[in-house]
DNA sequence: AAATTTGTTTTTTTTGAAATTTTTGAGATT
DNA sequence: AATCTCAAAAATTTCAAAAAAAACAAATTT
């Protein structure tokens, strides 16, 4: 009965007892964000239960949660879905990550200190260290995963000194989907060389105190993504006056 | 049975059948922002079923959406409450505020036109009216959910043609939580004169398209809800750069 | 043939009650 | 008096099945 928990996904807690209501939770936002379902899918809570080993309404209550962060979509009485891919969704999303990430860096550089610099530094390095291996490796599709994690340290650490709690917690919300409009998108790292550069660029800005340079790094590290012309529509979108 | 649905609440719909689910979640939302609540408040589904003459685990579907939205509390094993008041959260609500309300309108400035111009126009008008209204009155306490519905209005009318859904869903879901943390403070309208002097200065402001000055109005405006020493601690709150 | 109605199947929502967990508080111990 | 233990009470979570709604297919009408 409970061998199959998380048994394909989670081998190393297979079988094992678990508070099954923050597994079920955190193990579906983890798939909604790495390709663990495709854009569109529809999401049942019958079926899902299955692979869980409870009841549909745990699922569905889950999936409650993930629908108010908007990581999955929910219609009343159809049901729910993954959310579908939109060049559109994501330019917007691109918008408030550079308006969010550049306010919570700023203020980061005001107030984090020696601590803070530590950190990025110590962030930086890390995620260096995996793009290094990506970008000399022929099949980086191991390291997908390792190198979500450390892009988003780096990016946390960035705005971890902004004293301000919500502010973190809404960038989180974006980044998280933003990462979900890329989970197909991202994987073949044509972009790695570039990415390098970027962070770097970042962070040196960062470390130098500079708040306009540092704003301007991290809309040109997202900048890619921020017109819809990435094989779409409107190129409208306006600068952010910080730039 | 369905006699007790919203019976004290709403009492225009007293009796009326109506979509459960939708309206629970609506009116747990109404009530979480106008004081229908106190803050720091138990919200148990068992209790709540009566009001709403539907079974606990519909009002904990509805309670768990709210949650998402942090308009309730929700910690495992021990169920929902009201969040607590706190300066520290509303000066960060305050300022998230400033810097999506100020981009928003930015952006309108740039793409709305004069059908966005008309609309502000409109919405300042309608705001205005209330506001000389209470103003003028002895005892403003019918007119708090006319003004909060008003100046809603005016605000989201602001940063209605910024052309981003996502902006605007942030914005939305930061100024609701804002509204919380002022739902009994603001009632007494001492602020009420500068206030109109303030909405009207936006509205000029955007009108004339001068960016920096539109932000700068928005910034003054909310001003007063950044400080945590508005009775409490650290002054310490960076000006955005888009000052 | 297109559109509408009817009946069947599947999916989603709601429910009430069982199982689990936390809280409470009376009595025992330090 | 303060702390601890443990059983009773209260609250929360989980569940399987009933009810409601939507989707689908077949038959009928326009």
Redesign the pocket.
Known sequence: MESRFFAARLPTCAGAKMN??IDIYTDLQHRLISNGFAHGE?L???QLKHEYG?????V??ALFRLSAQRLVDFQ?????RVPEKSATLLAELTHLRILLEGEGTVLSIRHGGVAWEARLTAAHHQLSHIESRIHGSDDPSQLVDIWFQAEREFHETLISSCRSQTLKESHLHVFIRFRQQLMVADRSFDFISANIEQHYQIMVAALAGDEALTRQKIHDHLARHLDPANRTQDPGFAKSSAM
Chains 1, 2 share one sequence.
């Open positions: 099954q209501d529809k049942r809570a019958e409870c009841s549909a309404s745990t569905r209550e009343e009485q159809r049901g729910f």
